[in-house]
């Protein structure tokens, strides 16, 4: 049974956790708000309430996580409310949409590595190493995207006996023995 106290006292603790990371707060918060409801999408109203805090801490923090591709803003027909809902591949389309950043990242990069005298010198090869790192990147996360794909096309459609070697996770429409 679900536990809502629970649940408050979980979207705040991985919320300051990705604010930890860098991730802006209330945008951490209106996430897991939505990504723990059992409801498909929810109001700026509901958000607000849910999470005890204003309207307008929901506006900034519902256009951070649309801009980045986390959650979708669906106008409702009628009124001059939207609904908020979690993106369907949440965690791919983000880092999708964050790839060029990487690219542009590893140029800018390189332009330091020329500025600095190049490699053979101690500032030149450490931002070379960084350029290094971030097109390393840019040329494997598409394919472990890739990968991500396959698993969890895999976990979405487990063997019918409900045995799942990768997850440990039972099959709930899989007889039982």
């Known amino acids: 049974m679900r536990d809502e106290e629970a649940v408050r006292r979980f979207v705040e603790r991985?919320?300051?956790?990705?604010?930890?990371?860098g991730f802006p707060p209330m945008a951490a918060r209106v996430?897991?708000?939505?990504?723990?409801?059992?409801?498909?999408?929810?109001?700026?109203?509901?958000?607000?309430?849910?999470?005890d805090v204003s309207a307008?801490?929901?506006?900034?923090?519902?256009?951070?996580?649309?801009?980045t591709g986390l959650i979708h803003r669906e106008p409702v027909p009628g009124s001059r409310r939207d609904l908020y809902r979690l993106a369907s591949m949440t965690w791919w389309e983000a880092t999708?949409?964050?790839?060029?950043?990487?690219k542009m990242i590893a140029d800018t990069a390189e332009e330091g590595v020329e500025a600095l005298g190049g490699t053979g010198t101690r500032a030149g090869h450490a931002m070379a190493d960084m350029r290094d790192f971030f097109v390393f990147c840019y040329d494997e996360i598409p394919l472990l995207l890739?990968?991500?794909?396959?698993?969890?096309?895999?976990?979405?459609?487990?063997?019918?006996?409900?045995?799942?070697?990768?997850?440990?996770?039972?099959?709930?429409?899989?007889?039982?023995?």
């Open 14 to 21: 991985i919320s300051r956790q990705l604010a930890d990371w």
């Open 31 to 51: 996430l897991f708000a939505v990504m723990t409801a059992e409801e498909e999408s929810l109001s700026a109203a509901e958000l607000a309430e849910r999470l």
């Open 56 to 67: 307008g801490a929901i506006s900034g923090a519902v256009r951070y996580l649309t801009d």
């Open 96 to 102: 999708i949409t964050k790839m060029n950043r990487l």
């Open 146 to 177: 890739d990968k991500w794909q396959e698993q969890r096309a895999a976990l979405e459609n487990p063997p019918a006996d409900g045995k799942d070697e990768r997850n440990p996770r039972p099959n709930p429409e899989a007889a039982p023995e």
